[in-house]
């Protein structure tokens, strides 16, 4: 894999614009779950590729971020897509499931810290128990 990415830099020295060869660029970082060099591979290769190609490159780059993790800029790409092309109805569903997926995030951090503090105060209460417990014995 290291030598195709080698190869394929060194195409792109003397072929700057070709969006085939960013393409397996994206492809290879990707497979090496190198997401970030992924991303600015396919984001170049969108820049410079025929309208017929940008399509297929824009859902290529919705994945990448998606599957890094990355929820919040796999929906603005996501979004960006269905605008451009609002009869893409897989890729619709996947926009709102981003969507979910972005708004949930917001709110497990908001539930998590309420459960944190709910834990803790059954911690408390626990460790008040506990310490009951212990003066008692003593």
């Known amino acids: 894999t290291e030598d195709a990415k080698k190869a394929f830099e060194a195409y792109m020295e003397k072929h700057p614009k070709d969006a085939e060869a960013l393409t397996h660029l994206a492809d290879i970082a990707a497979e090496a779950g190198d997401s970030e060099?992924?991303?600015?591979?396919?984001?170049?290769?969108?820049?410079?590729?025929?309208?017929?190609e940008q399509q297929g490159l824009?859902?290529?780059l919705v994945a990448i971020y998606e599957n890094a993790g990355d929820f919040a800029s796999a929906l603005k790409e996501a979004e960006s897509y269905v605008a451009d092309y609002p009869k893409d109805t897989a890729m619709q569903k996947e926009y709102e499931f981003l969507q979910t997926r972005v708004e949930n995030n917001t709110g497990d951090a908001a539930t998590e810290n309420v459960d944190d503090g709910t834990d803790a105060n059954a911690d408390t209460s626990a460790d008040t128990s506990d310490a009951?417990?212990?003066?008692n014995g003593q």
């Open 37 to 52: 060099d992924a991303a600015a591979y396919y984001a170049k290769a969108i820049e410079v590729a025929d309208e017929s």
């Open 132 to 135: 009951s417990t212990e003066g």
């Open 58 to 60: 824009r859902k290529n």
